[in-house]
């Protein structure tokens, strides 16, 4: 009988003694015990169809893993002081084996994130998989989505080039303007009124250490309230009277085999982009010296481009706290039908949101290029304060803009409130992918509007 350390620690968790066979047949069946924690026995055969879930939500978990993987070995090197923190990223790009490579990994799939887990939510809406029992369900979504954005966030800084150094300082500057606590919460971010060591320690800690416990945590409990809420959500077809068959498979292979599949491919994707592309790293940061212009990072720039359209206060703190209760209600407000499993709600709902989209393609450009040349409500209305010329009066008028195409676009349509309610937030993503796409390729020096291929010239 064997005795060696390693076989009383196989034998502690298998039993033993056992022969080769039954081994197997143990090992397989902790492994599929594993897997059914996560996973039910069985699951709907029509759930397993790939365009239902596109597979963001694995695709999501595999993400997070590798960040944790490669996170893990970058702070075996990486240091955070300014004055060894860019060194430290030299030092792992061109001395390290393999540092760049990991390096780019751990970029790449932290910025794939923000977009797999936004598209996952977008899937999650527009296949009413919101509706109950999974209403607090969307609600742990959003603290995800949000910690995957602070997750993000402090990362940036942590490389102390002139990239990250004033993207940092771009967005948290932006919190000063919330009344009352904004210079307080500043300095609290910062760890001080500027830049420096203490804001480096402190992204440090929020991303090394807090944060990944919070994805860590929460996400096992959005899984467990999936599976409490019977999985996946069945699609259905849009018109009532087609009927579908409701037959259960195997999770293991049926689930499982797909689920690496995606997981497989996901990572062969990444590595390739990863060896092709490198991860950003500019000249070493110079807190003396601002680049024009200094951008937030790419997911912030949707509101750095409306800070410069309405008054901070406004698009700091109003706008967001608007748009954030707006999503925590939208699983609690009356719908007309349960639509649940049905993408987009209907062929109605359909054309609606194509009409939507439209618009917002057509007239969020319009409006950021006539405020830029044509609109000025300040000069119009001459020693009425700015709260009002470039807050209250234009967000009046837009949310005035925003109930009437509520309505009209309901009425035109003979709409529901679940379609009517989705195309509403179809032109609110659009209009704002929109924000986000001109603070990133149509702002040169100045954040003055200009083409993308003149932006570099001038620079």
């Not at 959003?142 to 940092?168: E, R």
């Not at 990444?270 to 092709?276: A, D, K, M």
């Not at 499993?341 to 359909?350: E, M």
Request: a positive charge; one cysteine or more; glycine letters at 8%.
């Amino acid at each position: 009988m064997e005795n060696t350390f390693f076989s009383r620690i196989r034998r502690s968790i298998f039993g033993g003694p056992i022969n080769p066979e039954t081994g197997r047949k143990r090992k397989q069946a902790v492994f599929n015990n594993l897997i059914l924690h996560i996973h039910p026995r069985a699951v709907p055969e029509q759930t397993l169809k790939f365009t239902h879930t596109w597979g963001l939500g694995g695709m999501a978990v595999v993400l997070v893993m590798l960040l944790l993987i490669t996170g893990i070995l970058l702070k075996l090197v990486y240091e955070p002081f300014p004055g060894t923190a860019y060194d430290s990223i030299i030092l792992i790009q061109n001395d390290v084996w393999f540092g760049q490579l990991v390096r780019n990994i751990h970029h790449w799939s932290a910025n794939i994130l923000v977009i797999v887990v936004l598209l996952h939510m977008l899937r999650v809406f527009f296949t009413g998989a919101f509706h109950h029992p999974r209403q607090f369900n969307w609600i742990i979504g959003l603290f995800l989505f949000f910690f995957v954005l602070i997750s993000n966030f402090t990362g940036y800084l942590l490389p102390w080039d002139q990239l990250a150094f004033w993207a940092i300082t771009i967005s948290t500057s932006m919190v000063e303007y919330i009344p009352g606590v904004g210079s307080w919460l500043q300095k609290a971010i910062r760890g001080g009124s500027e830049i420096g060591p203490e804001s480096l320690k402190i992204f440090f800690t929020f991303h090394t250490a807090i944060l990944p416990a919070c994805l860590v945590i929460l996400m096992p409990f959005h899984f467990w309230r999936v599976r409490k809420a019977g999985g996946v959500v069945i699609p259905r077809p849009a018109k009532e009277n087609q009927g579908t068959e409701r037959r259960s498979v195997p999770t293991i292979p049926n689930l499982v085999f797909r689920e690496l599949v995606v997981a497989l491919v996901l990572i062969a994707s990444i590595l390739v982009f990863s060896i092709i592309f490198n991860a950003p790293l500019e000249d070493k940061a110079n807190p003396g010296f601002s680049p024009n212009p200094a951008k937030a990072p790419w997911y912030f720039l949707g509101i750095q481009e409306m800070l410069l359209h309405f008054h901070p206060l406004f698009a700091v703190l109003v706008i967001p706290l608007l748009v954030t209760t707006a999503l925590i209600l939208l699983p609690y407000l009356e719908y007309d039908s349960d639509k649940t499993g049905v993408w987009f709600i209907s062929q109605k709902g359909r054309r609606m949101g194509i009409v939507s989209a439209v618009l917002a393609l057509a007239i969020t450009p319009i409006g950021v290029i006539a405020d830029e040349f044509l609109m000025d409500f300040s000069a119009k209305l001459p020693g009425v304060t700015p709260l009002i010329t470039n807050g209250l009066l234009p967000v009046s008028i837009i949310l005035a803009a925003i109930t009437g195409f509520y309505i009209q676009i309901k009425r035109k349509f003979f709409a529901t409130n679940n379609e009517a309610i989705q195309a509403l937030l179809i032109f609110l993503l659009v209009s704002f992918i929109i924000l986000t796409i001109t603070g990133i390729w149509f702002r040169g020096q100045g954040m003055a509007l200009a083409w993308p291929w003149r932006i570099g010239v001038m620079e």
